[in-house]
């Protein structure tokens, strides 16, 4: 018979799920145009001229389609931010996600919304809410058509 | 307007941080056992079974009908309700929609989670979309620190009155048996833990638990012939923000004032501060305490610290807030939500026990998730 001392077994299962994802005709741009000419591009809408990075198929705002495609940025104002330092597993590697890092969340110039991006932590002190950045791009032998063709953001002085 | 619907009787686990004793549909057993045990009744006397959890977590699909001997559900009406950290106050939402549409006297709500067997950070960023968003996301923890670091530039608050707020939860928590941190905590000992993301210390945010937890909703005719004081719910509000991080204003938290406004102008509630007896809110990190308090129109904008300095909020307060210990203190995450509803229903009941507040005739419960996902309920007695 069991006790309350008796130790419960766990039992280990190990799943390797992998995926694939339609990015869509707007993002595709976005990530080719990031990777071929280190631009960064936004959709505008010609209803509310409410611009959206990384471009959408339509408007968040006004749900119209919005078929055109701007260049914004590369600099901009860090909106917030946080420096994370704690351990977790990264979905995109199924490894520790290295930290810590800057996560900083960032209106480029002429956008509406913000992104979120990887900031430069190498001088903490200069992170500030309305400290201006800059995109950094990844050499472009070393660009993979991710996000991460953006390196980082790192302030300016 | 639906029928009046009530809360008859709840019942929880004693959250921990690993359950090794009990698998997962023992756990929820535990706490829809206790549930019927305060409400008196069978499983034969529920009409409807609503459960939920946090879907990726414990990587268990259709966890409604893996768990349905656990729940009860076997040969009854049961849907699953996942909708992220909110996913306890859906269950919830639901279980009363079940009764308010007059189709189903009496419903078994449900919520658990057992985190110690799950990867609540990286099941939280495939929630994100996965080819933009997921690269910088670190889950709730990331999510939060963003929001507090702008809460402090926009209003000059610092760290020490979200220590302050902390401290208070872990010191309620003593007086519940169903809370997980139960702790004597001093600002200082908050502010010397690392920043698990800055701004927030590692005893800023809640800690991970495993617990479930089972409320029983009625219709009118049958809430008053099972329970001598059930809890009327008065106003049921959800509100949704953008999907994408980049595409919600920082510092704002629009849903839970949006969805707060509504719920007062349904209970008829001018005064929120005179009206509202006690507060069950969803704080998953302490400075939430603080400033989500001015998005529930308790105070002036930026003046949620003074709620909190000034005692407000306190178990001993004008209104206390998370007399339970709140998330701070205890958080299996698709229970937690459901854990605020309950507790807010055990304060109208005069169940409370230790952490009662005395003459509650009006109470509030939140939930939150990701996107500034918000639900809020109003109880009466």
């Known amino acids: 018979m069991s006790t309350p001392k008796e130790k419960p077994l766990y039992i280990s299962i190990k799943t390797d799920l992998p995926y694939a994802y339609s990015a869509g005709r707007p993002l595709s741009r976005f990530l080719v145009a990031l990777r071929d000419e280190a631009k960064i591009l936004a959709s505008r809408c010609n209803q509310c001229s409410y611009v959206l990075v990384p471009p959408r198929a339509f408007c968040t705002q006004c749900h119209k389609l919005t078929p055109e495609l701007v260049e914004v940025g590369p600099r901009g104002t860090l909106e917030t931010f946080s420096v994370i330092n704690f351990p977790f597993i990264d979905p995109f590697t199924g490894l520790e996600r290295p930290v810590p890092y800057g996560y900083g969340i960032i209106k480029l110039d002429g956008c509406d919304n913000l992104l979120p991006h990887f900031l430069d932590i190498s001088d903490h002190t200069k992170l500030a809410i309305g400290q201006r950045v800059e995109a950094v791009f990844e050499e472009k032998e070393n660009r993979t058509t991710a996000l991460t063709d953006i390196k980082h953001f790192r302030v300016l002085i | ?265 349904i209970a008829g509630i001018t005064n929120p501060l005179e009206e509202l007896n006690v507060i069950e809110l969803y704080d998953p990190a302490s400075y939430t305490q603080v400033s989500w308090l001015e998005y529930l129109h308790l105070c002036e904008m930026g003046q949620g610290r003074r709620l909190v300095e000034d005692g407000v909020t306190a178990f001993e307060g004008k209104l206390p807030v998370n007399p339970s210990g709140g998330v701070v203190s205890t958080n299996p995450i698709g229970a937690t939500a459901l854990i605020r509803v309950a507790e807010a229903s055990l304060q109208i009941q005069g169940r409370a026990d230790e952490r009662q507040v005395d003459g509650v005739q009006r109470a509030m419960a939140t939930g939150f998730g990701g996107s500034y996902w918000n639900e809020v309920f109003i109880l009466s007695a």
């Open chain 2, 1 to 265: 307007m639906g029928e009046r619907v009530a809360i008859i009787a709840s019942g929880q686990t004693n959250h921990c941080s690993k359950r090794t004793d009990v698998n997962i549909p023992e756990m929820i057993q535990e706490a829809v056992d206790r549930a019927l045990l305060q409400a008196n009744l069978t499983l034969d006397d529920i009409d409807a079974v609503v459960i939920g959890n946090m879907e990726h977590f414990e990587g268990i699909n259709l966890s409604d009908m893996w768990a349905s001997e656990g729940a009860g559900s076997v040969m009854k009406p049961a849907m699953k309700i996942a909708t992220g950290g909110t996913t306890g106050a859906s269950v919830a939402a639901c279980a009363y929609y079940h009764c308010a549409s007059g189709l189903f006297d009496t419903v078994l709500a449900i919520g658990w989670e057992k985190l110690s067997e799950s990867d609540p950070t990286g099941g939280i960023i495939t929630a994100f979309d996965p080819i933009v968003e997921r690269l910088t996301l670190a889950g709730a923890v990331g999510g939060l620190a963003i929001e507090a670091t702008a809460y402090m530039k926009t209003y000059d608050v610092p760290e020490e009155v979200f220590a302050l707020a902390a401290v208070r939860s872990r010191k309620n928590a003593k007086r519940n048996p169903h809370a997980h941190l139960k702790l004597d905590l001093t600002v200082q000992q908050v502010l010397d833990t690392p920043y698990i993301a800055y701004p927030l210390h590692y005893l800023d945010m809640c800690p991970a638990s495993d617990g479930a937890c089972a409320v029983i909703m009625a219709s009118e005719k049958r809430a008053k012939d099972l329970c001598p004081k059930p809890a009327w719910i008065d106003a049921v509000v959800c509100r949704h923000n953008h999907a994408w991080i980049g595409d919600i204003s920082f510092g704002k938290n629009s849903t839970l004032e949006s969805a707060a406004v509504e719920a007062y102008k």
